[in-house]
């Protein structure tokens, strides 16, 4: 977890004001209202001054600013728990004898919406969202919010909305039962004070959301999302115990079933799991503060210029023409031209299916807003283009001389290149310092990761413009510098060859596939190779045969495939095979495996799944910490943001860095001596990963320094 820099505590972020004999309790805990200790103590403070009056008939709870609570503060993680406790707070504003109103805007969100669960009515302005993501964050709902829910909105809703952790509207908040009405005002504390005013005139009492039970329902509703679960979450223990804790309800008193919610919420905060998910949440985060940009102004985006309508060009022009940017697509030629418009179209038509583009904004978009040319000329005006054309330098820097006489002054020249040097691109133009590497990940409209490259000669404000960019195409971005590869490729290369050193020692690919799967990946390397084409691989290979070290081991097998022809999906045959049954593994690759051992003078021997996890992660974190120690990477958590956005690390286990601060540093330096004895080449212990080990830091430590 990255304990943020210490605020000073809002000095009294909770006020309370009777007006018409109604109680109006405003939060004022920016950015985002979270229940500290203080907004806590101060509720409890409020709600224990309400009990002593008898001058108040109803009470209204709202947040000040931008949003209603939005949760527990997840910087109190991990410090010894201050009363008052959320849950003991929650009861006493349900036992108020007087009713009591949430008035909800902005996003009320995991402890916020419990709390305005533990009110008796809720009032919500239409945009405003709600839902318990504890679950995202390797936790559960831990003050009623799973005893309560269920009560007013139905098991099976609640079931649902727990263990997903998703945003609900308002408008399904009000049929779900979850609010009582939407108010369309600007004037969130003159909503709640209306509604109170309403039901005080009406004589409504308090309604108690806990006095409830909730509608029974079949056992196997529990066991179907226990199943389900167990394959889509796997080796995650939050969705498990939500599910344990909303079927709590069902069967035990609204008591029991606290307590029981409770025992389940501390199991979940002693764990990795736990500490690795808010680790990656305040990462993603903290990886926008880069010191160079800190306080810089970017430059104004309002048109981008793409250079090139393939697979990745068209993925960036969708990602801007859904951020509501207008686009100029280049192209070669008319037929180029033609098929990019159709690709973006396509594409454009899948959001519109998926909900996530209307026909409208549709038809603007391709009416107006995005346009394709065959003509340089039409991007004279454009304040950011992006190159995304064939991976040679001799094409881009055809493209970037272009681009230089064409742009106007301040224009900025991006490169999409995923290893090539942004220095040699920048130097063919006569503004090196408005030149930047943004490498975009396939499908570009979808991956959140964006690997701003950053240049000798790159300008601070062009570096800004990249990461305000990146925010508002919603995409999480990380500062690399210039390397083969910059952070997540370069780091790839290494851990894929560990695999493949597995495979040598005498596991087969299906094996370290397997492993690294049951570890928690999306997919196998070998699998992914295979999606991806072997042939991309073999070229990039290829291209660094004549700077090969001699002294590698270089593992040939996937040469063999690719000599004959084997690509992986798109030619139905690579590491696996692909019909009708799908993706069975290929034997041949084990004779082709078979001989290099041998011409190696290897014996094969068995290889456990820990032997190869621990391989692939050694590999992993040593070539991290020297990327990290060359500062390709700012920090540890740069490493971490990267993997877990680009190359399907999973999130559970919080990034590479996290991981290897969890297993111990010193594991992950014995691993590497353990392999360097089979390979010495390979297995060079990173001078980094040796100083915090002699030094009995982590990369945590790093992280804050
Ligand atoms: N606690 C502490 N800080 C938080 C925070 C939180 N809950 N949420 C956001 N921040 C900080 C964030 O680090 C950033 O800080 C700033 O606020 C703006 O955030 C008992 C135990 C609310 C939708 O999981 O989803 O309640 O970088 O950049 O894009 O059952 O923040 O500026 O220094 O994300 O507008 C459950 C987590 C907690 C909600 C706003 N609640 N937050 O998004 O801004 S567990 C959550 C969000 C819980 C109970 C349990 C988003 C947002 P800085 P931001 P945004």
Request: hydrophobic fraction near 45%.
């Amino acid at each position: 977890m990255l304990p943020r820099k210490e605020e000073p505590p809002v000095s009294n972020p909770v006020l309370m004001e009777v007006v018409d004999d109604i109680a109006v309790i405003a939060i004022a805990n920016p950015p985002v209202n979270a229940l500290s200790h203080a907004v806590r103590s101060g509720l409890d403070a409020a709600f224990a001054e309400i009990a002593r009056r008898d001058d108040v008939k109803a009470v209204v709870i709202y947040g000040t600013d931008r949003t209603f609570i939005a949760g527990a503060d997840i910087r109190e993680f991990g410090k010894p728990p201050q009363e008052p406790f959320l849950p003991d707070l929650i009861n006493r504003i349900e036992a108020c004898v007087v009713p009591v109103v949430a008035a909800l805007h902005g996003t009320a969100l995991g402890g916020g919406l419990e709390v305005a669960l533990g009110a008796h009515y809720r009032v919500a302005v239409p945009n405003a969202r709600f839902g318990l993501p504890e679950v995202t964050l390797g936790i559960l709902p831990g003050a009623g919010g799973t005893q309560r829910l269920p009560r007013l909105a139905g098991v099976e809703f609640a079931l649902e909305a727990i263990t997903s952790g998703r945003q609900i509207s308002a408008d399904e908040a009000l049929k779900a039962g979850v609010i009582d009405r939407i108010s369309d005002t600007s004037d969130v504390r003159e909503m709640g004070l209306t509604y109170a005013r309403e039901l005080v005139a009406s004589g409504a009492t308090p309604r108690r959301t806990s006095e409830l039970s909730p509608v029974p329902v079949a056992a196997e509703v529990f066991d179907a999302a226990r199943t389900r679960l167990a394959k889509k979450a796997r080796g995650q223990l939050a969705p498990q115990n939500c599910i344990k804790a909303v079927e709590g309800a069902t069967r035990l008193s609204f008591a029991e079933g606290l307590a029981n919610e409770r025992a389940l919420f501390q199991e979940l905060m002693e764990s990795d799991q736990r500490a690795a998910l808010i680790h990656a949440f305040f990462a993603e985060r903290q990886v926008a503060k880069v010191p160079e940009i800190k306080d810089v102004a970017p430059r104004t985006i309002d048109q981008i210029g793409v250079i090139g309508g393939g697979t990745m060009g068209a993925g960036i022009a969708v990602s801007a023409l859904l951020a509501g940017l207008q686009v100029t697509l280049i192209e070669r030629d008319a037929d180029a031209v033609a098929r990019a418009e159709a690709n973006v179209s396509k594409t454009l038509q899948g959001s519109v299916k998926r909900g996530k583009l209307s026909q409208e904004n549709y038809d603007a978009i391709m009416g107006g807003t995005f346009r394709a040319s065959d003509d340089y000329a039409t991007l004279a005006e454009a304040d950011v283009v992006i190159e995304a054309v064939f991976e040679s330098m001799e094409v881009k820097k055809d493209v970037f001389t272009k681009l230089d006489a064409i742009c106007k002054p301040g224009a900025i020249l991006a490169s999409n290149t995923s290893y090539l040097d942004v220095n040699e691109i920048a130097a063919m133009t006569s503004r090196p310092e408005d030149v930047i590497g943004l490498h975009f990940f396939s499908p570009a409209h979808v991956m959140r990761l964006l690997e701003i490259v950053v240049a000798d000669k790159t300008a601070p404000e062009v570096t800004a413009t990249g990461f305000a960019l990146a925010k508002r195409l919603k995409k999480v971005a990380v500062r690399a510098g210039v390397c083969d590869g910059f952070i997540g490729n370069r780091i790839l290369s290494h851990y894929r060859k560990a695999g493949d050193g597995a495979v040598l020692a005498g596991a087969s690919p299906f094996e370290v596939d397997r492993a690294l799967v049951n570890f928690g990946l999306a997919m196998g390397p070998y699998a992914v190779s295979d999606l991806a084409g072997l042939d991309i691989g073999w070229a990039t290979r290829k291209r660094l045969a004549p700077t090969r070290d001699p002294r590698e081991v270089y593992a040939e097998f996937a040469d063999r495939l690719c000599e004959a022809g084997h690509f992986g999906r798109k030619t139905g045959k690579g590491f696996y095979v692909y019909g009708e049954e799908g993706q069975v593994p290929n034997d041949e690759v084990l004779e082709h495996i078979a001989m290099e051992r041998a011409a190696k003078g290897i014996a094969a021997r068995k290889i456990s799944e820990q032997e190869i996890v621990d391989r692939y992660m050694a590999a992993m974190v040593n070539e991290a910490a020297r990327v990290v120690e060359e500062g390709i990477a700012l920090r540890p958590l740069d490493v971490d943001v990267t993997l877990l956005n680009g190359y399907g690390f999973p999130r559970w286990r919080g990034g590479p860095m996290q991981y290897a601060d969890t297993v111990g540093l010193d594991k992950i330096l014995a691993d590497i001596e353990r392999f360097a004895q089979e390979d010495d080449f390979l297995w060079q212990p990173a001078s980094l990963l040796k100083r915090l080990v002699a030094e009995g830091k982590t990369f945590a430590d790093l992280n804050n320094a």
